[in-house]
Every structure is written in structure tokens, then in C-alpha cells.
Nanobody, 122 residues
Framework: QVQLTESGGGLVQPGDSLKLSCAAS????????MGWFRQAPGKQRVLVAA?????????YPLADVRGRFIISRDSVKNEVYLEMNKLQPDDTAVYSC??????????????WGQGTQVTVSS
């Protein structure tokens, strides 16, 4: 079993930065690929960033996120982070961290945190 807990969300102005943290209770599952998702009001949940087990491989599927967001992890602390820069109102969403259930290519996003609210408004 694994439990994920996010923190670091809040209300910021456009152009500001935030760093989200996700603490994992299980070192085994937190050593697998982990990711950050977001869901804006009225929109589908989408993958924002993912990071491999070694921490050396990262993935940013959203073009407007690349260059602004950075995902990283600390295997010793069992934590994953999302640094968000130059935040815009469109970044407003509930951000959730997730962990896959294995090292295989077919692994699924099986474990989820409850999410942290990020609101970008002037």
C-alpha cells in the first residue's frame, strides 16, 4: 500500500512561482515512475509531468508547460516535486501526484494523492 500527500498549493498572481511537494509513504512504489496531473474546472484531468524511477528521465506532454515546469524527485525522502514558474490563469487547477504500480511499460497510475489547489489570479 502507498499513500501520497501533496502540499504547496495556494493563491498566486500571474508570473509567480510555486513548488509543489508530494510525500510518498512507500519507498517501493515511490521508486517507480511518478507524475503530476491537473484538472481545471470543467476540463479533463491531464498529465502535466512524469519522472522515471531513476529520476533521470522526465516527460512533459503539454507544450505550454515545457520550459516553465520542472519535475524532480528525492528517492531518499520518497518525495516528488513540481516547480512551476511564470504561472498563468490557465494553470489554475487541482494538482495531484500519482505513482505507477510497477516498472513495466504497461504499468498504470494506480496510487493517487488527494490533490492541492493552485489558483492563479490577479
Amino acid at each position: 500500500q502507498v499513500q501520497l500527500t501533496e502540499s504547496g498549493g495556494g493563491l498566486v498572481q500571474p508570473g509567480d512561482s510555486l513548488k509543489l511537494s508530494c510525500a510518498a509513504s512507500n519507498s517501493t512504489f515511490s521508486s517507480y515512475a511518478m507524475g503530476w496531473f491537473r484538472q481545471a474546472p470543467g476540463k479533463q484531468r491531464v498529465l502535466v509531468a512524469a519522472i522515471g524511477w531513476s529520476g533521470g528521465h522526465t516527460y512533459y506532454p503539454l507544450a505550454d508547460v515545457r520550459g516553465r515546469f520542472i519535475i524532480s524527485r528525492d528517492s531518499v525522502k520518497n518525495e516528488v516535486y513540481l516547480e512551476m514558474n511564470k504561472l498563468q490563469p490557465d494553470d489554475t487547477a487541482v494538482y495531484s501526484c500519482a505513482s505507477q504500480d510497477g516498472p513495466q511499460v504497461s504499468a498504470r497510475w494506480a496510487y493517487w494523492g488527494q490533490g492541492t489547489q493552485v489558483t492563479v489570479s490577479s
